[in-house]
């Protein structure tokens, strides 16, 4: 007869950076536990007074509805203590200078740092000049990890597994950063990516990244599990990366006919959505659209990342 | 298996490879299955109609205990009572003394709280904080109209004021004793247990 000790795996990061620097055990620990974070969220009380000792900062130097908000969100249910910080309303326009801003707060007695930054880095420049644990909420064209979480999340809720599963992204892959986080996460989970768009939106050398490059919409509808669609940063396309909209529609765009020819795709799409350019209307509000589910799920992840990454004491400072 | 003390290799993968275990078992095999059928019975002892009363299973093992005395409930009663599972991770106080947080697992109360007579279920019960949590979690989910508390052993060196209604067994523990309530799904067999555990050179 023996007796059993159990070995409880621990979650070995400190900080959110990016994907990369997390391991295909780590990723699916992330996933577990937001599955069980859900339920709050349908709970008649739906708050729990985990975090009612941490006090976090959403730093926003970016534009953001969705991730701001499911971000705030998360962090009110789990009783944390929320400050926000965007940038157009702060020193930052008096040119206070990235490093200064945040040893600033931190001096205000700050637990964790949830930072959305345009330059790529600057979540790693963070961790160098604090102690409290940082999230990253998109960098630059770098990553973001969050969403890719959530990504993974709604795919598995849908389809019961994530191993083996034919993924096609569609759009302007060179300035997505969900992109980047996404391809990241979804090689190492063993799930086979095809990226798909315009030749112009399409960076060199992608595939070292373990992925193929396909420049036909509709034979990668009819050979993939799930096709994500992303957004057409209209805000970004001043240098005329394609002719029009229109033709970005005609070439790329996922249309109601689709539907019915590839009866077995899901459809992802990670917000806001350019109705009739990325997704054709309908689409976006077909039962096999996750585009909702996509934003709830946020909420569960988010939330299960900040619990991971709240554990110990405030350091000394 | 029977009862008794021995030394036991445990197994394990951790670095150092091996500890010894002492372990006695204290209940196993039938005897434990008549510790779950009298605490069927006193569940359902004070109630003269069973359609409000409800039992909460925490997790882990506590889960597991619940769903044997629910069980025996539809055997003896012929009722089918309403079960849920409950973790309370979210509302421990024991967390900001470590650096990693424990895995969050399942909650599931698929049932509404108001008006019912909730029995919560757990394996041992040692300094109360558990409990104390446990209650706050169920606050969450609404407001039942009493909550009893049944644990499979009780171990003493309380730190809360806390005190069970229903006990399976009666243990006084040392300090560095742990006490196992080792169930089917869990650990592919049921007893209870008292492990020390200790590096090879000091047993």
Redesign the interface.
């Known amino acids: 007869m023996t007796v059993r000790i159990d070995e409880a795996y621990e979650f070995p990061h400190r900080h959110l950076l990016g994907l990369r620097d997390y391991s295909s055990r780590d990723i699916l620990h992330v996933l577990d536990q937001a599955s069980n974070f859900l339920e709050i969220l349908n709970r008649p009380i739906p708050k729990i007074p985990t975090l009612r000792d941490k006090t976090i900062v959403n730093l926003f130097y970016e534009n953001s509805t969705r991730t701001r908000l499911s971000f705030e969100l998360a962090q009110k249910r789990m009783g944390a203590d929320v400050v926000n910080f965007s940038s157009s309303s702060s020193s930052v326009s008096k040119g206070e200078t990235l490093r200064d801003t945040i040893r600033n707060i931190e001096s205000m007695k700050i637990d964790m740092v949830v930072v959305r930054h345009p330059s790529p880095g600057a979540p790693h420049f963070i961790t160098r000049c604090v102690e409290a644990a940082v999230l990253n909420a998109g960098d630059g064209a770098h990553e973001h990890p969050t969403q890719a979480l959530l990504d993974l999340f709604s795919i598995r809720q849908r389809t019961g597994r994530l191993e083996g599963l034919k993924v096609v992204i569609i759009g302007d892959i060179s300035h997505s950063r969900v992109v980047r986080s996404n391809i990241i996460a979804m090689t190492r989970l063993g799930m086979e990516v095809v990226l798909c768009g315009p030749r112009t939106m399409m960076p060199l050398f992608v595939e070292e990244m373990g992925v193929r490059v396909s420049y036909h919409l509709e034979e990668c509808l009819e050979w993939c599990d799930v096709a994500m669609a992303l957004r057409i940063q209209l805000e970004r396309q001043g240098g005329g990366l394609f002719p029009s909209q229109r033709e970005y529609h005609e070439r790329f765009g996922i249309k109601k006919r689709h539907l019915k020819e590839f009866p077995h795709f899901v459809i992802m799409h990670p917000g806001p959505i350019n109705r009739g350019v990325e997704l054709e209307s309908e689409v976006a509000d077909d039962p096999r659209a996750i585009i909702l589910n996509q934003v709830t799920n946020g909420l569960a992840v988010r939330m299960a990342s900040l619990y991971l990454l709240s554990g110990g004491k405030r350091g000394p400072s | 298996?029977k009862r008794g003390s021995?030394i036991?290799?445990?197994?394990?993968?951790?670095n150092p490879p091996c500890?010894v275990?002492k372990?006695q078992i204290l209940r196993t095999g039938e005897e434990l299955d008549r510790t779950y059928m009298r605490l069927a019975h006193q569940f359902v002892e004070p109630f003269e109609r069973l359609d409000t009363l409800a039992i909460i299973g925490m997790q882990t093992r506590g889960v597991d205990i619940a769903r044997r005395i629910h069980g025996y409930i539809r055997h003896f009663y012929s009722v089918d009572l309403p079960l849920g599972i409950l973790?309370t991770?979210?509302?421990r106080d024991d967390?900001?003394?470590?650096?990693?947080?424990p895995?969050?697992?399942?909650?599931?109360i698929p049932f509404d709280l108001f008006g019912k007579d909730l029995v919560l279920v757990d394996d041992v019960l040692y300094t109360g904080r558990t409990v104390r949590a446990a209650m706050?979690a169920l606050?969450?989910?609404?407001r039942p109209s009493s909550v009893r508390f049944c644990c499979m052993v009780d171990r003493g060196h309380r730190e809360l004021p806390v005190m069970a209604d229903y006990v399976g067994m009666h243990v006084p523990t040392h300090l560095n004793e742990e006490i196992?309530v080792e169930t089917m799904p869990q650990?592919g067999r049921e007893a209870v247990?008292v492990?020390t555990?200790a590096q090879e050179q000091t047993l």
Do not use: N, W
């Open positions: 298996m021995c036991f290799k445990a197994e394990s993968h951790q500890f275990v372990a973790d991770t979210f509302y967390f900001r003394t470590r650096m990693k947080m895995t969050v697992q399942i909650t599931d706050d606050m969450s989910f609404g196992r650990d247990l492990v555990k």
